[in-house]
């Protein structure tokens, strides 16, 4: 695939599951947005859609008909976590273990500005 | 070159940290190793107060005040000074208000600064052309 | 005997009796239905636009086809809240098209659309012919698909009906007269919106 002409979106890293302890929460996702330092920083991005985008194996077939190897996951922000910049992300099926230390792209979309 | 820039009563200081970062300060009293008293010009955001060298840089400029002089001293003495004028004149300074400038830019101010760049590099690059060709013509 | 047997055995015998019993609570409420999502719709009336969106604003497109795009907002569209935009087609490709208020950013950059008439246009002015279109482009991909190979995906256009051209036309001049007014506003539209490495949308103005 081309790289596309225009980002339009901020890179954010997974971190890991959101958890304590013992305990992990998979459901919700660490993720770490570029330039993000503090808690204040992460209100812009509260409710911004994510994209985790991969390459798997098989091909499968586009909406447009075409086939591809890239798949994306799906999520949405959905708070902060700690103090550092750091926001949970909800995606629409859990987000492997595989994808932690991956790259993420933070939508600009919904936009409130 | 001896060392000039000293932790002293009077030195004009940047404040790093925070929200008052970027300001400009003045050292009053100095309380021990680490912590020194700063005030500011008049109208600053900066009130007088403790703050942790670590929290200060201290730059080229120093103004004649008592130690641990009043406020009121402090904002006649950066006026007459006119330490903020001098700052801003100072490589540093410029850098600053730079930056403050482009922060402050729109999505098209951005834009115009981008072909302004652009039209930049471009005149250098046919001087420079203009040079090389000078130079490999006369060699 | 428990308290509650008692309660209940008081409660059986005066029922017995034919003494009514007190209801237990207010029956003054009156069940009204909710209403549904169309008639919702209508008491609303309009979407409430972000307060950075007047017509005349200058957005960036988040999303789609023209993503990246800088075009300029012209009015809301009653019925559905979205926003009408242009490019203008003649700049940057972009055509009299409906975008939602949250897959745009607002910058800043007014142009004049006081002499840009776009009252003609409304959802219905979309949708019209729509289904048309769509035969239209079924029957495209079938050919398509026949010859297979002969690819020429960008020919939807041609079933662009004249009167949508004449208005685009209409509205791209007058747009234009107000954009040329300001120096490298041409150019602006012309490009791209893209982050760069070191830029921050939380800490950008637009």
């Known amino acids: 695939m081309a790289k596309e002409p225009v980002r339009l979106y901020c890179k954010g890293l997974v971190l890991g599951y959101r958890r304590s302890q013992r305990r992990q929460h998979p459901q919700q996702a660490r993720v770490q947005i570029e330039g993000v330092k503090t808690r204040q920083d992460t209100v812009f991005y509260a409710g911004k859609r994510v994209a985790y985008v991969y390459k798997a194996k098989t091909e499968k077939h586009t909406r447009k008909g075409t086939l591809t190897r890239h798949r994306c996951i799906w999520g949405k922000i959905i708070g902060a976590h700690g103090n550092t910049g750091v926001v949970r992300v909800k995606f629409a099926r859990n987000i492997p273990p595989s994808a932690f230390g991956k790259r993420v792209r933070v939508m600009l979309y919904p936009s409130n500005i | 070159m001896a060392f000039k820039r000293f932790v002293e009563v009077g030195r004009i200081c940047l404040i790093s940290y925070g929200r008052l970062s970027n300001q400009l300060c003045v050292i009053v009293d100095v309380m021990d190793q680490n912590h020194v008293i700063i005030d500011a010009a008049d109208g600053s955001p900066v009130q007088r107060q403790v703050i942790n060298l670590k929290r200060l840089n201290l730059t080229d400029l120093v103004v004649k005040l008592p130690r641990g002089c009043k406020s009121k001293t402090v904002h006649k003495v950066m006026a007459q000074e006119d330490v903020e004028a001098k700052f801003a004149a100072t490589a540093w300074g410029r850098k600053i208000a730079r930056q403050r400038l482009r922060a402050g830019l729109n999505d098209f101010d951005r834009f115009k600064v981008m072909v302004a760049r652009k039209r930049r590099s471009y005149l250098i690059g046919q001087e420079l052309g203009a040079l090389r060709k000078e130079r490999s013509g006369g060699a | 005997m428990t308290c509650r047997d008692t309660r209940n055995a008081k409660k ?195």
Request: hydrophobic share 35%; charged share 25%; net charge positive.
């Open chain 3, 12 to 206: 059986q015998a005066a029922s017995r009796a034919g003494v009514r019993r007190r209801p237990e609570y207010p029956t003054e409420y009156v069940r009204r239905p909710l209403p549904t999502g169309a008639k919702r719709r209508a008491q609303r009336q309009v979407t409430r636009l972000r307060p950075s969106l007047v017509p005349g604003t200058v957005v960036i497109l988040l999303a789609g086809r023209f993503r990246g795009c800088r075009v300029v907002f012209l009015k809301q569209l009653p019925k559905s809240g979205l926003l009408l935009v242009s490019g203008p087609l003649v700049l940057n490709g972009v055509p009299l098209r409906r975008v939602n208020q949250a897959y745009v950013i607002a910058t800043s950059t007014r142009v004049d659309v006081s002499e840009v008439d776009v009252t003609a246009i409304d959802d219905a002015w979309f949708t019209a012919g729509a289904a048309k279109q769509r035969a239209a482009r079924r029957l495209q991909q079938k050919k398509r698909q026949a010859e297979a190979g002969e690819m020429d995906v960008d020919k939807p256009s041609e079933g662009r009906p004249p009167e949508k051209i004449a208005l685009q036309k209409q509205v791209d001049n007058a747009l234009l007269v107000s954009i040329k007014k300001e120096t490298l506003l041409k150019e602006y539209l012309q490009s791209r919106f893209s982050l760069t490495k070191g830029q921050y949308p939380h800490q950008m103005k637009f």
